[in-house]
């Protein structure tokens, strides 16, 4: 069985999901404001809250275009965008790290560069890597490197480069890879969800836990998360912010803590309702089992050493005589005393000689 180990908690096919808050950049370079998405994120009942870390000038080009959706975050440069947001460094994020430890929950950064894997590290039980370096071999290899599990996102990915991806964490000693459906859409459209491609992962995969980083506009009962759960996700990843409703950034696809919770208690109420795989009666359905189930029933008054044959019986409520299940054994058989109408045959009614 696939299992994947993030701290305390085991992750497999038969846990619930593994959620993770993803803050990003949506502290919007505010020390406090991320301490308090930290705060929120635990009381909505995540698991982990995510970070970014990366600095502008090694991310992306001065030149890079944008990729998401203009409506919502006008800006059309890259590298302008990643600027305004990545004033934190080492120091900030030992901060954050401490206050997830004094909170009650992991802290976890995407690294996007190597300064930013070799500082993580110490302070993070596994590294996430972001979809669009599923093919940055150099970076993979410095995450692998530190022999710690990895969360690798596919999103725009063809099989062929996961594979070539987790054959290069592989390589290089990371044994323990989830792998997380994801959508390279901002926001993405619900019918680009796709959330088919998490089963899909696993039969690609059996031997990963598959997990689901989603970009869809929460909806008011967030189904799509609770839907993705449902195809198999163990680990489930989505933005999260203080204000779905400000501008720019990430805001307008995150969720916010109504939104977190509103999920986690549809986890709780679906664990309530999963029960065993293996198909058995209930205790609770032995009363149906005596009275709902039919028994042999007689369907008018014989005399001792009458034949039984099929007119003469028939199938009635409740279960507490012979089966239908030998009505094939009845028929032909003798009655063994004087019966009367509508009595549920018993064993000792029938003449086995």
């Known amino acids: 069985m696939a ?16 959620v993770i808050a993803e803050v990003g950049v949506n502290h919007e370079g505010s020390i406090e404001k991320a301490r308090e998405l930290i705060e929120m994120a635990h009381i909505g009942g995540a698991d982990a809250v995510k970070f ?8 992306a080009s001065k030149n890079s ?18 600027k305004k947001y990545d004033q934190f460094g080492e120091k900030e994020y030992e901060l954050l790290a401490a206050h997830c430890q004094t909170v009650g929950i ?29 093919t940055n071999f150099p970076l993979l290899r410095r995450i692998a490197s530190k022999d710690k599990p990895v969360l690798l996102s596919t999103g725009a990915s063809t099989l062929a480069e996961i594979e070539m991806a987790v054959a290069e964490l592989e ?20 019918e680009n969800a796709h959330l088919n491609m998490i089963m899909g992962l696993q039969s690609a995969f059996p031997d990963k836990i598959i997990g689901y980083s989603d970009h869809t ?44 919770k509103r999920f986690k208690s549809a986890l709780a ?24 189930r039919r028994s042999i029933v007689l369907k008018k008054y014989v005399d001792i050493g009458v034949i039984f044959t099929e007119d003469l019986l028939t199938c009635k409520r409740p279960g507490l005589g012979i089966s239908p299940i030998h009505w094939d054994k009845v028929i032909g058989k003798k009655a063994a005393g004087n019966i009367p109408e509508d009595h549920i045959l018993q064993w000792c009614d029938v003449d086995d000689g």
């Not at 970014?52 to 991310?59: D, G, I």
């Not at 950064?109 to 596994?126: E, G, I, K, N």
């Open 65 to 82: 275009p944008s990729y998401w959706n203009l409506n919502k975050e006008p800006t059309t440069s890259q590298y302008q965008l990643f």
């Open 106 to 134: 992991d802290f976890l950064s995407t690294p996007f560069d190597d300064r930013a894997v070799d500082f993580l590290s110490p302070m993070m039980h596994c590294f996430k890597i972001a979809s669009a370096d599923i």
């Open 217 to 260: 506009l929460p909806d008011d009962s967030m189904l799509v998360l609770t839907a993705a759960y449902l195809k198999g996700a163990k680990i489930i990843e989505k933005h999260f912010t203080f204000d779905k409703s400000l501008p720019g950034n990430d805001h307008y696809h995150a969720m916010d803590i109504a939104d977190l």
């Open 269 to 292: 109420f679906l664990r309530q309702i999963e029960g065993n795989t293996n198909k058995a009666p209930l205790e609770d359905e032995t009363l149906a089992i005596h009275n709902a």
């Open 3 to 18: 299992i994947i180990k993030i701290g305390n908690t085991d992750i497999s096919e038969n846990s619930l999901p593994y």
């Open 52 to 59: 970014q870390t990366y600095k502008a000038e090694t991310l």
């Open 171 to 190: 390589k290089r000693g990371c044994s323990s890879i989830a792998l997380l459906h994801c959508v390279l859409n901002y926001p993405t459209p619900y």
